[in-house]
């Protein structure tokens, strides 16, 4: 079946460090979603991605999907210790409804 | 900002036990659904409702749950008869049309469910 990798699952940095964490699916995505867990907290919706190498950005945060529809990574310029949490991406599963999440990135930021 | 509601917050109930976990979605949302995280892990696809019927379920979702939108406007999963295994974080989740449309997820703060 459809199946979503990412990686690194943990990731520790410095305060001021760079961080990015990868997502690939098994199949081509009709878009890519990232969502954000902090600590304890639930699943957040960050961003989509719909056309094949779009690339998006919000502040600090840089989103790209793959040209082929199958990648997508989620760089974070400077990080902060706001940033810590788990980055998780999904993608739709056909045409079910049904979204499937990778493992997650776990970011650490050390002050 | 809308918000998905879940309650309780946590819930501990003993093995073989029922319980029942309630949701509000978003008032204009017409797709809902249930994931469970057990501690630490992945976000687990559990099942899918719209216009009042199941659209999707997991392996996990077997004849032990359920949905019910009793009133159109609480979504609840019901445990029939709790294991051990069925401790996690529960999420409620709704979105205004299906994500291979393009529309995300707004999760509500979960559940967090103890079998003992």
């Known amino acids: 079946g459809q199946q979503v990798m990412q990686i690194p699952q943990y990731q520790h940095v410095q305060e001021g460090e760079d961080f990015t964490t990868y997502c690939n699916s098994s199949?081509?995505?009709?878009?890519i979603q990232w969502y954000k867990q902090r600590p304890g907290g639930h699943p957040v919706f960050l961003i989509q991605?719909?056309?094949?190498?779009e690339v998006k950005k919000q502040k600090r945060l840089t989103f790209q999907f793959g040209e082929a529809k199958k990648n997508s990574s989620l760089h974070i310029t400077a990080t902060q210790t706001t940033d810590v949490g788990t980055y998780f991406c999904?993608?739709?599963?056909?045409?079910?409804?049904?979204?499937?999440f990778g493992q997650g990135t776990t970011l650490q930021v050390k002050p | 900002e809308p918000e998905v509601t879940q309650t309780p917050s946590h819930q501990v109930t003993q093995m073989g036990q029922e319980v029942i976990l309630r949701c509000v979605p978003i008032?204009?949302?017409?797709?809902f659904y249930w994931y469970r995280q057990i501690l630490g892990q992945k976000v687990e696809f559990l099942v899918s409702?719209?216009?009042?019927?199941?659209?999707?379920k997991s392996e996990i979702f077997d004849d032990q749950f359920s949905v019910e939108r009793p009133d159109g406007s609480n979504f609840t999963l019901k445990i029939r008869s709790t294991k051990l295994e069925d401790s996690a974080m529960y999420f409620c989740?709704?979105?205004?049309?299906?994500?291979?449309?393009?529309?995300?997820?707004?999760f509500g703060s979960g559940t967090r469910l103890t079998v003992v």
């Open positions: 991605l719909v056309k094949s190498g």
């Open positions: 008032s204009n949302h017409l797709y």
């Open positions: 999904a993608g739709p599963l056909g045409n079910t409804g049904k979204l499937i």
């Open positions: 989740a709704s979105s205004q049309d299906r994500p291979e449309n393009n529309y995300g997820y707004t």
């Open positions: 199949t081509t995505l009709s878009n």
């Open positions: 409702f719209y216009n009042n019927e199941i659209s999707e």
